[in-house]
C-alpha cells in the first residue's frame, strides 16, 4: 500500500483531534462559551432589571410632575380667583367711597344754599328795618311818631288781652 500525503494529514488530523479531545479543549471551549454565555444572560437581565427600574422611576417621575402641574394649576386658579375678589371688592369699596364723598357734598352745597338764604334774608331784614327807620325818622316828625309809638302799644296790648282769653 501506498502511503501518501493525503493519508498523512488525514492521521495528523485525527491525532490532532484526538489530543484537543484528550487536552480536553472542546470541553474548555464548550465551558467558556456556556460562562460567556451565562454572563451575557446575567448582563441581560441585569439591564432588564435596570430598565424596569428606570421605567418605575419614569413613571414615578411622570406622575410628580403631573400631581405638580395640577398643583400650580390649582395655585394660579386661586390666585387668580382671589386676585378677582380683591379688584372686586376694591372696585366696590371706590363706588362706595365716590357715593359717600357725593351725598357728603351734596350735604354741604344744600347746607351752603340754606346760609346763604339765611345770610339773605338777615341781610334783607335788616336793610328792611334800616330803611324803615330812616323813612319813619326823615317823614314822621315827633308827636307823630309819638302818637303812632301809643297807637301801636294799645294794639298789641288788646292783642295780648286776646290771646291771653
Known amino acids: 500500500m501506498n502511503i ?14 484526538g489530543g ?11 465551558n467558556s462559551l456556556t460562562n460567556g454565555i451565562n454572563e ?10 435596570l430598565k424596569e427600574e428606570a421605567r418605575n422611576l419614569l413613571d414615578v417621575y ?3 410632575i403631573a400631581k405638580s402641574q395640577e398643583e400650580s394649576k390649582k395655585i394660579i386658579d386661586a390666585a387668580k380667583e382671589e386676585s378677582e375678589k380683591a379688584i372686586l371688592e376694591k372696585t366696590a ?17 344744600f347746607q351752603m344754599k340754606k346760609n346763604a338764604l339765611k345770610d339773605i ?16 325818622k326823615n317823614s314822621i316828625d315827633k ?7 301809643a297807637k301801636s302799644l294799645d294794639q298789641t296790648k288788646i292783642a295780648l288781652k286776646q290771646t291771653k282769653a
Do not use: C, G, M
Not at 501518501?4 to 483531534?17: E, K, P, R
Not at 451575557?40 to 432589571?49: G, S
Not at 308827636?143 to 309809638?149: A, Q, R
Open 20 to 30: 484537543l479531545v484528550y487536552l480536553k479543549v472542546p470541553q474548555k471551549i464548550n
Open 40 to 49: 451575557i444572560k446575567k448582563e441581560l437581565e441585569e439591564a432588564e432589571k
Open 143 to 149: 308827636n307823630k311818631l309819638e302818637n303812632l309809638y
Open 4 to 17: 501518501d500525503a493525503t493519508f498523512w494529514v488525514a492521521i495528523s488530523f485525527f491525532i490532532f483531534l
Open 62 to 64: 411622570e406622575s410628580k
Open 93 to 109: 369699596k371706590f363706588h362706595q367711597i365716590i357715593e359717600e364723598r357725593k351725598k357728603t357734598t351734596e350735604q354741604k352745597i
Open 121 to 136: 334774608k338777615n341781610i334783607s331784614v335788616k336793610i328792611s328795618i334800616k330803611t324803615a327807620e330812616n323813612l319813619i
